[in-house]
């Protein structure tokens, strides 16, 4: 009868070298160490040092499998800068797990901007991709010093644009409040308009609005000039005096009811305001960009926005919902381009809240394509949970988080819009 002790023993070297050349899976270092009998110290630390590397084939394949989910999201800037990144946790289904489904192949979102662009933080800010709001309260504005007379995009005539949509929950106010810090920050004399009674641009440019407030109310109501309303915005990275905003209140909310029985000329009370405020502001204190936030409605505080602007800009959610609106704001802006301004243009449609994930997120991008063609940027602005969380500082993602997915993107959408005209 065989001792199991002494077979043990009687295992040599040479059997356990013919064991691991067949392949044993996961083959326990320290188990044949002892078996082996004690070795040097120098021999120890080596095995120290060897057993740090992962020789398990299950870890090893799981780690290839996050690799190819970081690859396939196509509008990831910097996979290896974003491990941490709780953006790829956001699910359109909250919290719960939902199936993944990949973007289709048909899918054009390879042209999308994203991936090239950078951050516009103030030169030799170090940033990092998780920033919180109080380490970049302490960045220093190093670009307060611009030129603006070498900066790219600078106007002769400013250029107005509503940002439109009826829908709620598109993000008009977030692609107003960021697109806004990011053109100022490359230099750009920006002012922003916050027509929606709910103020949240003025929250997300950090804007005192509570009720009594001088605001976007007493100009439509008072035929208030703008430069008694208007204030200046100070957030990490804006350089000063190149971005303002006119707040909004909860008083703006009765505006319509108090015109009502205005008959003549209440459509134009926004545009003879903003017209005479330009007029005001010329040479090296004029504004390049007019931006104007509407509520998500298609009342007369937002025909105002639209027999105010030359251009309109409407965020577009991926969503299906989303399309179901267009139609009728187009007609809207239809008949204000008949009646109040025959200038008025829709001259540019911003894709928001993609989700790479989901095939439905990739049919509405090219079914938007497919209809409006050009007027589409090719930028396209991911779902962001930095986005979502910077208005709760009264920052703009630009100066949240400038590393972060949202804030390349709509850096990128600045650049681009700017560039169009």
Request: glycine residues 4%; aromatic residues 2%.
């Given at each position: 009868m065989?001792?199991?002790?002494?077979?043990s023993e009687s295992e040599s070297a040479a059997d356990f070298a013919a064991r691991a050349s067949a392949g044993s899976p996961a083959t326990d270092i320290a188990t044949v160490a002892e078996a082996s009998g004690p070795r040097p110290a120098d021999m120890d630390s080596s095995r120290t040092e060897t057993s740090s590397i992962d020789t398990d084939p299950d870890r090893n394949r799981q780690s290839d499998v996050g690799a190819e989910r970081s690859d396939s999201t196509a509008i990831e800037a910097d996979p290896a800068s974003h491990s941490?990144?709780?953006e790829n946790a956001v699910w359109a289904g909250g919290g719960d797990s939902v199936e993944v489904e990949a973007t289709s192949p048909e899918t054009?979102?390879?042209?999308?901007?994203?991936?090239?662009?950078?951050?516009?933080?103030?030169?030799?800010?170090?940033?990092?991709?998780?920033?919180?709001?109080?380490?970049?309260?302490?960045?220093?504005?190093?670009t307060e010093a611009i030129d603006r007379t070498t900066v790219v995009g600078r106007r002769e005539v400013a250029r107005i644009l509503t940002v439109s949509n009826q829908k709620g929950g598109v993000g008009k106010t977030t692609t107003t409040v960021n697109l806004a810090a990011a053109m100022a920050m490359t230099g750009l004399r920006v002012l922003v308009i916050d027509l929606d009674p709910q103020g949240n641009a003025s929250t997300g440019l950090g804007i005192p609005h509570q009720a009594g407030t001088p605001s976007t109310y007493n100009v439509i109501v008072d035929k208030a000039p703008l430069s008694e309303v208007v204030q200046p915005v100070q957030a990490p990275g804006v350089p000063t005096e190149l971005l303002y905003c006119v707040p909004a209140t909860p008083d703006l909310a009765g505006a319509e009811v108090e015109l009502a029985g205005v008959m003549v000329g209440r459509e134009f009370r926004l545009k003879q305001a903003i017209t005479a405020f330009l007029d005001e502001h010329t040479g090296e204190s004029s504004f390049d960009y007019v931006l104007v936030d509407c509520p998500p409605s298609l009342g007369l505080l937002t025909v105002n926005a639209l027999a105010a602007a030359g251009e309109v800009l409407i965020p577009v959610q991926c969503e299906y919902y989303a399309l179901e609106g267009l139609g009728q704001l187009l007609e809207t802006v239809d008949l204000i381009k008949g009646y109040l301004n025959p200038?008025?243009?829709?001259?540019?449609?911003?894709?928001?809240?993609?989700?790479?994930?989901?095939?439905?997120?990739?049919?509405?991008?090219?079914?938007?394509?497919e209809h409006f063609g050009e007027v589409v940027m090719r930028t396209i602005i991911p779902r962001s949970v930095k986005v979502s969380?910077?208005?709760?500082?009264?920052?703009s993602v630009m100066s949240y988080d400038p590393g972060s997915r949202g804030a390349e993107a709509y850096a990128a959408?600045?650049?681009?819009?700017v560039g169009r005209r």
């Open positions: 065989n001792d199991p002790a002494v077979a941490n990144d709780l054009k979102v390879d042209e999308v901007s994203v991936a090239d662009t950078q951050a516009v933080a103030a030169p030799g800010a170090d940033v990092s991709r998780e920033t919180t709001a109080d380490v970049a309260t302490d960045v220093a504005t190093e200038a008025l243009e829709v001259s540019t449609m911003l894709l928001t809240m993609f989700d790479a994930r989901t095939k439905l997120a990739g049919q509405v991008v090219d079914d938007v394509r969380e910077a208005p709760s500082y009264g920052l959408a600045a650049r681009e819009l």
